[in-house]
C-alpha cells in the first residue's frame, strides 16, 4: 500500500562500440550507437500506465548491484543483469529505465548499441533473439537518489543513507527493469557501502565480504517478487533479529540510536502475523520485518518481507496506539494481497487495498474496539463523492502526469474495503472467510486481475456475481448495501480552508 497519513489522526482510525558523445534524454544518459528506425517507447498497454511495462519477454531474474558511495546525494554505480525469456522474436528490447546514466549494455556476452525513447532504454542486440529462447542482458549505469524532474518515486533520502519506494511503476527509476507488477521474477541484491554502513534487502541474506574499508551485503528472495516491491536499505543501522510463528526468521532495520526505543513496537509484529494467520492462511515468504526509515515521505509501503515505515509514526504522540498497530496490519496484510498475490494491472489494484484496509479495520475492530461497521457506513456515505473525484474501484482516473502515486486515491482503500463489506453481506460470512482463504492459497506467487477475483467468489458464493461486481466496481453510483437499505450517500461538509490529503 501507499498509505497517505492524515496530518492528525482520522478520528474513526485512522552492443557496438561506444562513440565518445552521449545523449540526455527523458532524464536517462544514454550513448547513441544504433542506427536505423527510430526507437519508440512500448508498453504492455496499461489503462493506467500505457508505455510501462514491454512486450516481448518475461523476466525470470534480475542481479541488481549497488555500491554506495557514502553519501545520499551522489549517483550509485549499479549493474543490473536481466535473465529473460522470450515470449516473441526481437530483434529490439525496450527496458524501463528513466533515471541515471547508462555506460553500456551486454547481450549474451555481446555489447549492444542502446538509445533512449520516453522512459524507456531502447537495447539492439547484434543477433536476432529468437522466440522461446533465454537471453541475459547486463546493463551497466547509474542509480541517482536525486529527485527526478517530474516523477515521483524511486530511492528515498534518509537522514543517514537511501530506502526505496517503487510504487507505482517508479522502479525504473533505480534500475532498468520490466517495471510492471504482470512479471514478477526472483530477485538478487548486493549492495557495498562503507563500512560504518549496514545493507538489508528483500530475501534472506547470503553473505557479508569485507574489504579495503568497505563491505558488500548480498539477499536472495525465495518467491518471485513484482519491481515495485523493490526494497534496498542503507544506513546507520541496527538489524533486530527475533522468530515469528513456525520459526519464522525475522528481521527489522531501525536507526541504530532509536533501537531500545522502538523495540516495543518491533516485539508487536510476531503477534500480528499470528492473527493474518488466523483470518487467511500461512504466512506466504520466507522472512518478515519492518524497516524504519528517518524519512519524511506521507506514506508506509509493503515492500516484499520488509516493510517501509517513516519512523516518526511511531514516535509521534498524536497517533494513538491502536491506530499505529492497524497501519502496521496494513502493510502485513499487503504480503498475502498485493505482495504474493500482485496485480496483473493497476487497474486491479483495489484487490491491494480494498483487502489490505479490510484487514487493517478488522484488526482495529478486534483489538482496539473500534467497530468495522461503522467506519463501512462512513465509507458508504462518502463513495459517491469519491467515484466522482477518482473513479470507481477497479476503474480509477489516471494520474495527473508524472505522479504515479495519484492512484491511491480513498476509493480504492475504504472505497475497495466497502466492496467486499458488500460481497460478505451478498454471499454471508462464513462464505467470504472461505473466498479470503482460497484466493490467497491458489494464487500464490502469480498476478491475477479483478475477473479472477469475480470468477471465484462466483464459485465459492454458488451464483454468478458479475453483476453485483460490475455495479460495486465500475458504477457510477454506489448501490444499496445488501442488509442495510437505510444507509445513505451524506453531503460534503461546508469547506472550511484547503483540502488535505489523508
Not at 504474493?340 to 482495529?364: C, F, I, K, M, Q
Not at 467468489?457 to 448495501?481: H, N, V
Amino acid at each position: 500500500m501507499l498509505l497517505t497519513r492524515p496530518t492528525r489522526p482520522h478520528p474513526a482510525l485512522r552492443f557496438l562500440r561506444r562513440p565518445k558523445a552521449a545523449l540526455l534524454a527523458s532524464a536517462v544518459t544514454v550513448c547513441l550507437v544504433a542506427a536505423g528506425a527510430p526507437a519508440e517507447p512500448l508498453g504492455v498497454g496499461d489503462r493506467i500506465f500505457p508505455e510501462l511495462g514491454n512486450p516481448g519477454y518475461d523476466v525470470a531474474a534480475y542481479d541488481l548491484a549497488f555500491t554506495y558511495p557514502g553519501s545520499n546525494d551522489k549517483p550509485l554505480k549499479a549493474v543490473t543483469t536481466i535473465d529473460a525469456r522470450l515470449t516473441s522474436s526481437l530483434n529490439r528490447i525496450n527496458l524501463d529505465f528513466a533515471h541515471g546514466t547508462v555506460e553500456s549494455v551486454d547481450v549474451d556476452g555481446r555489447k549492444a548499441a542502446f538509445t533512449s525513447a520516453g522512459e524507456d532504454l531502447v537495447v539492439t542486440p547484434d543477433h536476432a533473439l529468437p522466440l522461446g529462447s533465454v537471453t541475459r542482458i547486463i546493463v551497466r549505469h547509474t542509480s541517482d537518489p536525486r529527485p527526478a524532474e517530474d516523477q515521483d518515486g524511486g530511492w528515498v533520502r534518509t537522514t543517514d543513507g537511501l530506502a526505496m519506494a517503487n510504487q507505482a511503476d517508479a522502479a525504473h527509476l533505480v534500475f532498468p527493469c520490466n517495471d510492471h507488477p504482470s512479471d514478477k521474477a526472483m530477485f538478487t541484491f548486493h549492495v557495498t557501502a562503507p563500512d560504518e554502513y549496514t545493507a538489508v534487502a528483500n530475501g534472506l541474506p547470503t553473505g557479508a565480504v569485507k574489504a579495503g574499508g568497505s563491505t558488500t551485503w548480498s539477499y536472495r528472495s525465495q518467491h518471485p517478487m513484482a519491481t515495485e516491491l523493490a526494497q534496498v536499505s542503507i544506513g546507520r543501522s541496527a538489524v533486530v533479529r527475533r522468530t515469528g510463528p513456525h520459526g519464522l526468521p525475522m528481521r527489522d532495520v531501525v536507526p541504530a540510536a532509536d533501537k531500545k526505543e522502538l523495540e516495543p513496537w518491533l516485539a508487536k509484529t510476531p503477534d500480528q502475523i499470528a492473527w493474518m494467520e488466523s483470518k487467511i492462511g500461512p504466512y506466504p515468504f520466507e522472512t518478515y520485518g519492518v524497516l524504519m526509515a528517518q524519512a519524511s515521505t506521507g506514506f508506509e509501503l509493503e515492500t516484499q518481507t520488509l516493510s517501509l515505515f517513516e519512523k516518526d509514526i511511531f514516535t509521534e504522540p498524536a497517533y494513538p496506539k491502536w491506530y499505529i498497530e492497524s497501519v502496521m496490519v496494513h502493510e502485513l496484510s499487503h504480503q498475502w494481497f498485493g505482495d504474493s498475490v500482485s496485480p496483473r494491472t493497476w487497474s486491479d489494484v483495489w484487490l491491494n487495498e480494498g483487502h489490505a484496509t479490510w484487514y487493517e479495520a478488522l484488526y482495529a475492530e478486534e483489538k482496539g474496539d473500534h467497530p468495522l461497521q461503522d467506519r463501512m457506513k462512513a465509507a458508504y456515505g462518502a463513495s459517491d463523492r469519491w467515484r466522482a473525484a477518482g473513479g470507481p474501484p477497479a476503474r480509477p482516473k489516471p494520474p495527473a502526469p508524472g505522479q504515479k502515486i495519484g492512484i491511491f486515491r480513498p476509493n480504492i482503500y475504504d472505497g475497495a474495503a466497502l466492496v467486499l463489506f458488500a460481497l460478505r453481506q451478498e454471499i454471508g460470512k462464513d462464505a467470504f472467510e472461505r473466498l479470503e482463504k482460497v484466493w490467497v492459497q491458489e494464487n500464490r506467487d502469480t498476478s491475477v486481475g479483478t475477473a479472477d477475483f469475480v470468477r471465484l467468489a462466483s464459485a465459492i458464493g454458488g451464483r454468478d456475481l458479475t453483476g453485483f461486481f460490475q455495479d460495486w466496481l465500475y458504477g457510477e453510483k454506489t448501490p444499496p448495501m445488501p442488509g442495510h437499505p437505510d444507509w445513505k450517500q451524506v453531503p460534503p461538509p461546508a469547506a472550511t480552508g484547503p483540502a488535505k490529503k489523508s
